[in-house]
Each structure stands twice: as C-alpha cells, then as structure tokens.
C-alpha cells in the first residue's frame, strides 16, 4: 500500500492549521490517515511546528513519499536530514555516534538560526512600536500648539482687561454719562408741561374779568337811575 505523508487542514476560515499525516495516497485530503505524525500552525510568528522525529524517520525508511509542503516542513526540523544520516549509518559509511553528532551540531545550528530571526522579529516588533508612540506623540504636541495659538488672541484681550481696570471716577463718569444720554430732557418738558397751563391760567383770568365787567354794567345802570329821580326832584 503506497503511503503519503501530507497535511489535513483544520481549523476556521482564514485561520487554517494542519496535521501532518501519514495516510493512504486514495484517501481524501481531510479523510482517514494511518498515523499522525505532527501539527503545523501557519498563524504565528514563525510558524510553529510540531513533529514526532522517530516516527516520521520509520515511515519515510519504509518508502513512505511526502508531499512538497510536507518536504519543506520535515527538511526544516531535520527529519530528512536524519534520514539521510541514518541511510550512511545503513551503507556502513559512518557510525551510529557520527551520525548522532553531526545531527546535534545541525540541530545546534538550526536553533540558533531560529533564534536569531525570533530576535529580529521582535526588534522589528519594538522598532515598529516605538515609532507609532513616537507619531502619535508628535500629533499630540501638534494639537497642543494649535490649541494654544487659538486661545493665545482670548488670553491677550483678557489681561489688557486685567491691566486697565476702570477707576471709580470713570466709572461714575461713564455711569453718568449713560444717565444723561438715557434720561429725557426735563426742561424741555417742563416747559411743554407749563405752557398750556399758562394759556389756561389767561383764558381764566380774561372770563373772569369779562364776568366782573358784565356785573358792573348792571350795577352802574343802577346807579344811574336811582340818581336821575333824585336830580328830576332837586330840579321840581
């Protein structure tokens, strides 16, 4: 029975990982498998890989063929290379203890590898952090200046205000001033009051006067008579 290693996605939508899978080549992709052998999570950074060593070695010594993506995987944790060491150590090319050091000085290798482009990862990661801080806190002292050059025309008007207090005097004065502006003219109403009571005040006086008279006519016809009988009797 031919035997394929590859992978069988699991996971969400747009957040697959995988098993690394020894399975049947008619088997479907997400179908059964024979042995699981690993997992690979494409979401980190970098990626995290999990793979059993012996067993994979034991399935590719017994033919089994991996796909390219599985290839890249198994070559990037050193399956294929012990595979290969392990295939000398068959052929009588080296010792099992050869094969094991030259493995370890790989892995040693490997993991140094790793570790340095986990360092640079962060460094870019801090870097990236750094200069994000550094905009926003330059857009911040942006904001900070336009706000002052707003309120710096508020902040001179307020203290020509404070320096320049208006004085009592001033005060009464401008008070003053605003009365007489506000305040109508007394004089002029005065005098508008005064004038028809004088013209009734003359009207009065001319009745009165006219009354006074008509009496005295009466009277003086009286007069008059009562001494025309007296002169008629001296003259008889």
């Known amino acids: 029975m031919p035997v394929r290693i590859r992978l069988q996605r699991h996971g ?26 690993g997992i690979y999570n494409p979401n980190t950074n970098p990626a995290t890989i999990e793979i059993d060593m012996d067993q994979s070695v034991q399935w590719l010594n017994n033919g089994a063929q991996p796909s390219e993506t599985a290839r890249r995987i198994l070559s990037y944790k050193g399956v294929l290379m012990k595979h290969h060491l392990m295939g000398g150590v068959r052929k009588g090319a080296l010792s099992e203890e050869e094969a094991e050091k030259k493995f370890q000085a790989w892995l ?14 962060e460094k870019a990661r801090e870097e990236a952090r750094a200069k994000a801080l550094e905009a926003e806190r330059e857009a911040n002292e942006k904001r900070k200046a336009a706000a002052v050059e707003e309120e710096a025309p508020e902040a001179a ?62 009277a003086a016809a009286a007069e008059e008579a009562d001494k025309k009988p007296a002169a008629d009797s001296e003259e008889k």
Not at 19 to 34: E, H, M, P, Q
């Open 12 to 37: 969400k939508k747009g957040k697959p990982f995988y098993w690394i899978v020894a399975a049947d080549v008619r088997a479907k992709r997400d179908g059964r498998f024979l042995e699981k052998l």
């Open 108 to 121: 040693d290798e490997k993991a140094q590898k790793v570790t340095q482009k986990t360092e640079g990862l």
């Open 157 to 218: 008007e307020a203290e020509a205000t404070a320096e320049t207090p208006e004085t009592p005097e001033a005060v009464s004065a401008e008070a003053e001033v605003e009365a007489v502006e506000e305040a109508p003219e007394p004089k002029a109403e005065v005098a508008e009051a005064e004038a028809p009571a004088a013209e009734e005040a003359k009207e009065e006086k001319k009745e009165a006067a006219a009354e006074e008279a008509k009496e005295e006519k009466p």
